[in-house]
C-alpha cells in the first residue's frame, strides 16, 4: 500500500521503517528538516537496535522517502498520525498541539477515500473531535493505538502482540488488515471496537503496568522498615498467575516519555469528565514513583555517612532504561542531577545517552567509557539495568574505586556476592 506517516519522532520513525520493511511505499513527513535529513541518509536521530538498518535497506529499496513537506502525502490511500503528547505546561493533561497540527496540516491533501489513522496516546475523546474535521472531505478516521517497548520498538511494529481498530465502518477494517497482512497471517490478536475504547486501551494498559511496578516499590517501602526483602516477596506472588512476575522489580521506578505523563494525563481528563475519583490512585502511583529516587539518593548520604557533599560518586546509567537512549523523565538522570545540588562529586555513564544527557544537564561530569566513570568512586550508584551493569564483576569492580560503597538501584546485583567480595551494598526494599 501507498501510506505516509505524519510525525518522525520516535514513534513515527519507527513505524515507517517498519512498514516499509513489510513492503509497503511510505513517506515519512516531520517539520524538522535535520531530523528529515539524517533519517533520508539512513541515520536514526535516537537509539533504537535494528532502526539503522531499516532505514538503510528500505530507503535503497526506494521503499522508503522522507520530507518536510507534508503535501508529499497527496495521493497516498493511508495517512499514520504519529506526532507527540507530551504533558502540558500548565498542567498534567496532554499537549494535543501537534496532533492538531498534523490533522489540520493533512487535511487540504485527503481525498474521498482515504484512511487517517491515528496512532498517538490521546486523551479518550479526541478521535471524535479530529474526525468530525476529517469526514467533510470524504476521508475516513481510525484509531489504531500502538504498543511499543523502547529497545524492541522494531519488533513490536512488525510482530505486534495484538492489533486494536477503533473504527467506524468494516472498510477502514479491512485496509488495516491489509497494512497488517503479515501480523495477521500470524493469528495477532486483533480488537475492532470504537473510538473511545481504543483510546482507553493505550492509557489503561500504561496506567495498569504503572501501577503494577508503583506496588512493588510500596511493598519494598514496607519492607525496608520489617527487614523483609522485596526480591523474594515479587518472587512469591509472581508464581499466582492472576498476577504474574513480570513488573514486580522494585527499584527507583519508571520514567520515560509514555508512563509518567500519560498517567498524569489520564487523572487529567478523569477530572474533566467529573469522574477524577476513578482514577485518584493514580496521583499515589505516581508520588511512589517519585519518591524512589528520593530513597536511592538517602541511601547514599547513608553508605557515606550522612553526606554525599564533595565525595565522589559514580552514577551508572543516565537512560530511562537500558537498549535506549531517551533521556525523558529518567530516574536514573534525576538521581545524578539531585546528587550533584547536594554538593557530590558525580560523574556519570551511559552506553548510549552521554550525548543527549549532556545536552540537558552540562553541568554534570561524564565519563567515557565504564572504566573511567568507576576509577577513584567513594560510591557507586546503578540506576540503570544495562547488560554491562548486571554484569560487573563485583571482584575487579572493587581494584577500580577508591570505597567499595554501591547503591543497587534496580535490585538487578546479587547481594551476597558484593558483599562477599567486600562491598557495603544496599538495594531498594532488600535487607
Given at each position: 500500500?501507498?501510506?505516509?506517516?505524519?510525525?518522525?519522532?520516535?514513534?513515527?520513525?519507527?513505524?515507517?521503517?517498519?512498514?516499509?520493511?513489510?513492503?509497503?511505499?511510505?513517506?515519512?513527513?516531520?517539520?524538522?528538516?535535520?531530523?528529515?535529513?539524517?533519517?533520508?541518509?539512513?541515520?536514526?536521530?535516537?537509539?533504537?537496535?535494528?532502526?539503522?538498518?531499516?532505514?538503510?535497506?528500505?530507503?535503497?529499496?526506494?521503499?522508503?522517502?522522507?520530507?518536510?513537506?507534508?503535501?508529499?502525502?497527496?495521493?497516498?490511500?493511508?495517512?499514520?498520525?504519529?506526532?507527540?503528547?507530551?504533558?502540558?505546561?500548565?498542567?498534567?493533561?496532554?499537549?494535543?498541539?501537534?496532533?492538531?497540527?498534523?490533522?489540520?496540516?493533512?487535511?487540504?491533501?485527503?481525498?474521498?477515500?482515504?484512511?487517517?489513522?491515528?496512532?498517538?496516546?490521546?486523551?479518550?475523546?479526541?478521535?471524535?473531535?479530529?474526525?468530525?474535521?476529517?469526514?467533510?472531505?470524504?476521508?475516513?478516521?481510525?484509531?489504531?493505538?500502538?504498543?511499543?517497548?523502547?529497545?524492541?520498538?522494531?519488533?513490536?511494529?512488525?510482530?505486534?502482540?495484538?492489533?486494536?481498530?477503533?473504527?467506524?465502518?468494516?472498510?477502514?477494517?479491512?485496509?488495516?488488515?491489509?497494512?497488517?497482512?503479515?501480523?495477521?497471517?500470524?493469528?495477532?490478536?486483533?480488537?475492532?471496537?470504537d473510538y473511545a475504547t481504543a483510546e482507553l486501551v493505550k492509557?489503561?494498559a500504561n496506567a495498569f503496568l504503572a501501577t503494577k511496578i508503583?506496588?512493588?516499590?510500596?511493598?519494598?517501602?514496607?519492607?525496608?522498615?520489617?527487614?523483609?526483602?522485596?526480591?523474594?516477596?515479587?518472587?512469591?506472588?509472581?508464581?499466582?498467575?492472576?498476577?504474574?512476575?513480570?513488573?514486580?522489580?522494585?527499584?527507583?521506578?519508571?520514567?520515560?516519555?509514555?508512563?509518567?505523563?500519560?498517567?498524569?494525563?489520564?487523572s487529567a481528563r478523569a477530572e474533566e469528565l467529573g469522574r477524577?475519583?476513578?482514577?485518584?490512585?493514580?496521583?499515589?502511583?505516581?508520588?511512589?514513583?517519585?519518591?524512589?529516587?528520593?530513597?536511592?539518593?538517602?541511601?547514599?548520604?547513608?553508605?557515606?555517612?550522612?553526606?554525599?557533599?564533595?565525595?565522589?560518586?559514580?552514577?551508572?546509567?543516565?537512560?530511562?532504561?537500558?537498549?535506549?537512549?531517551?533521556?525523558?523523565?529518567?530516574?536514573?538522570?534525576?538521581?545524578?542531577?539531585?546528587?550533584?545540588?547536594?554538593?557530590?562529586?558525580?560523574?556519570?555513564?551511559?552506553?548510549?545517552?552521554?550525548?543527549?544527557?549532556?545536552?540537558?544537564?552540562?553541568?554534570?561530569?561524564?565519563?567515557?567509557?565504564?572504566?573511567?566513570?568507576?576509577?577513584?568512586?567513594?560510591?557507586?550508584?546503578?540506576?540503570?539495568?544495562?547488560?554491562?551493569?548486571?554484569?560487573?564483576?563485583?571482584?575487579?569492580?572493587?581494584?577500580?574505586?577508591?570505597?567499595?560503597?554501591?547503591?543497587?538501584?534496580?535490585?538487578?546485583?546479587?547481594?551476597?556476592?558484593?558483599?562477599?567480595?567486600?562491598?557495603?551494598?544496599?538495594?531498594?526494599?532488600?535487607?
Amino acid at each position: 500500500m501507498k501510506m505516509s506517516v505524519i510525525g518522525c519522532g520516535y514513534l513515527g520513525a519507527v513505524h515507517a521503517a517498519a512498514m516499509a520493511s513489510l513492503g509497503h511505499e511510505v513517506v515519512g513527513i516531520d517539520v524538522d528538516p535535520a531530523k528529515i535529513e539524517a533519517l533520508a541518509a539512513g541515520q536514526a536521530p535516537f537509539f533504537e537496535p535494528g532502526l539503522p538498518e531499516l532505514l538503510t535497506e528500505n530507503h535503497d529499496t526506494g521503499q522508503l522517502r522522507f520530507s518536510t513537506d507534508v503535501a508529499d502525502a497527496k495521493g497516498f490511500a493511508v495517512h499514520f498520525i504519529g506526532v507527540g503528547t507530551p504533558q502540558r505546561r500548565d498542567g498534567g493533561g496532554a499537549d494535543l498541539t501537534y496532533v492538531d497540527a498534523a490533522v489540520r496540516d493533512l487535511l487540504p491533501h485527503l481525498s474521498p477515500g482515504d484512511l487517517v489513522v491515528g496512532k498517538s496516546t490521546v486523551p479518550v475523546g479526541t478521535a471524535e473531535r479530529l474526525a468530525e474535521l476529517i469526514e467533510p472531505t470524504g476521508a475516513e478516521l481510525a484509531w489504531n493505538p500502538e504498543f511499543l517497548r523502547e529497545g524492541f520498538a522494531v519488533k513490536d511494529t512488525i510482530e505486534p502482540d495484538r492489533l486494536v481498530y477503533g473504527v467506524r465502518s468494516q472498510r477502514a477494517v479491512d485496509i488495516l488488515d491489509e497494512v497488517y497482512a503479515q501480523a495477521m497471517s500470524l493469528d495477532t490478536p486483533r480488537i475492532v471496537t470504537d473510538y473511545a475504547t481504543a483510546e482507553l486501551v493505550k492509557t489503561a494498559a500504561n496506567a495498569f503496568l504503572a501501577t503494577k511496578i508503583s506496588f512493588i516499590n510500596a511493598m519494598a517501602e514496607i519492607a525496608e522498615v520489617t527487614g523483609a526483602d522485596v526480591t523474594q516477596l515479587a518472587d512469591a506472588i509472581g508464581h499466582d498467575v492472576r498476577i504474574g512476575r513480570k513488573f514486580l522489580n522494585a527499584g527507583v521506578g519508571f520514567g520515560g516519555g509514555c508512563l509518567p505523563k500519560d498517567i498524569r494525563a489520564f487523572s487529567a481528563r478523569a477530572e474533566e469528565l467529573g469522574r477524577g475519583e476513578s482514577v485518584a490512585f493514580l496521583k499515589e502511583v505516581d508520588a511512589i514513583n517519585l519518591r524512589r529516587r528520593q530513597r536511592v539518593i538517602d541511601l547514599v548520604k547513608e553508605t557515606l555517612g550522612g553526606s554525599a557533599y564533595l565525595k565522589r560518586v559514580a552514577v551508572l546509567g543516565l537512560a530511562f532504561k537500558p537498549d535506549s537512549d531517551d533521556i525523558r523523565d529518567s530516574p536514573a538522570l534525576d538521581v545524578a542531577v539531585q546528587l550533584h545540588g547536594l554538593g557530590a562529586d558525580v560523574i556519570a555513564w551511559d552506553p548510549e545517552a552521554v550525548p543527549n544527557a549532556g545536552k540537558a544537564h552540562p553541568q554534570l561530569e561524564f565519563a567515557d567509557n565504564l572504566e573511567d566513570v568507576l576509577r577513584g568512586a567513594e560510591a557507586v550508584v546503578l540506576a540503570t539495568e544495562w547488560k554491562h551493569f548486571r554484569e560487573l564483576d563485583p571482584v575487579a569492580t572493587k581494584e577500580a574505586v577508591a570505597t567499595p560503597i554501591i547503591v543497587d538501584g534496580r535490585n538487578v546485583l546479587d547481594p551476597v556476592a558484593w558483599r562477599e567480595a567486600g562491598w557495603t551494598y544496599r538495594g531498594l526494599g532488600r535487607p
